[in-house]
């Protein structure tokens, strides 16, 4: 017997029923899951957006993990104000052991888009320093995914 959603109780979103579903379909073929149902971003669609994904630097600490943290405040993000958007972050939480990002905490304009960086790094076991090789257009919203990673190091400019 397979279930899936709100049938096995957690978090009721329907994109993780929905990979939940595709993980049932590969388990009968007898394929692995190919996505991993553990990361799984939250979206809250108000004004500002809500999105997050992995671990907090609470659930860090209380689980004794040594972490940094790097934050972009969205005030002074150039495309936050062409849009009239208001304030708002980006927090990135990494491990001060070996730089993988183990989570990310977003309130801003566009949060629920963005999450997704955060969401792809924590999924393959990526490092900041790794987040930290793009280049990222200019005006985007996306410039405060690239000011959080920097502040991970001391290095953010508008922040």
Do not use: W
């Not at 659930?59 to 208001?86: P, S, W």
């Not at 309130?107 to 793009?134: H, P, W, Y």
């Amino acid at each position: 017997v397979y279930a899936i959603g709100d049938a096995i109780g957690g978090a009721q979103l329907a994109h993780l029923a929905t990979a939940q579903g595709l993980a049932v379909v590969r388990a009968l073929a007898g394929k692995a899951p190919g996505l991993r149902l553990d990361v799984v971003p939250a979206c809250v669609y108000t004004e500002p957006e809500i999105a997050s994904v992995g671990l907090t630097q609470a659930d860090c600490q209380q689980r004794g993990i040594e972490v940094k943290v790097g934050k972009a405040l969205m005030g002074a993000n150039g495309r936050t104000l062409i849009a009239g958007g208001q304030r708002g972050f980006i927090k990135v939480v990494v491990s001060a052991e070996n730089g993988r990002v183990l989570g990310a905490q977003l309130m801003c304009e566009r949060a629920t888009d963005m999450i997704d960086s955060f969401t792809v790094a924590i999924a393959n076991g990526m490092t900041a320093k790794q987040l930290m090789r793009a280049v990222r257009p200019h005006p985007t919203f996306l410039e405060a995914v690239g000011e959080a990673l920097d502040a991970l190091e001391g290095r953010a400019i508008h922040s």
